[in-house]
Structures are given as structure tokens and as C-alpha cells.
């Protein structure tokens, strides 16, 4: 039983070290995403805010 229990134990660092790098690329197209959107409205809503 040792080797499964090792075997186990490798499985969930592994998954760990996969669910970590998930939420590192979830949050870089999440940011990429965002980033570009407000760039593309950020000069309309300048323009709607002017008094002019």
C-alpha cells in the first residue's frame, strides 16, 4: 500500500500545480480582455462627459 499512497499523494500535487496554473491563464485572458474593451470605450465615455 505504500506506493498508492504515494501515488496518491503525486496525483494531487499534481492537479494542484494544474489548478493554479488554470487560474493564472484565466486571469490573464480575463485581464486581456477587460484591458481592451476599456481602451475601445474609454475615449466614448470621455467624449459624453465633456461640457461642450
Keep these: 500500500m505504500p506506493d498508492g499512497e504515494a501515488t496518491l499523494q503525486a496525483l494531487v500535487a ?6 493554479r496554473a488554470h487560474k493564472a491563464r484565466v486571469r490573464t485572458v480575463l485581464t486581456s480582455s477587460c484591458t481592451s474593451y476599456y481602451r475601445r470605450m474609454l475615449p466614448k465615455l470621455l467624449a459624453a462627459r465633456r461640457p461642450w
Design 14 to 19: 499534481e492537479a494542484k500545480a494544474g489548478a
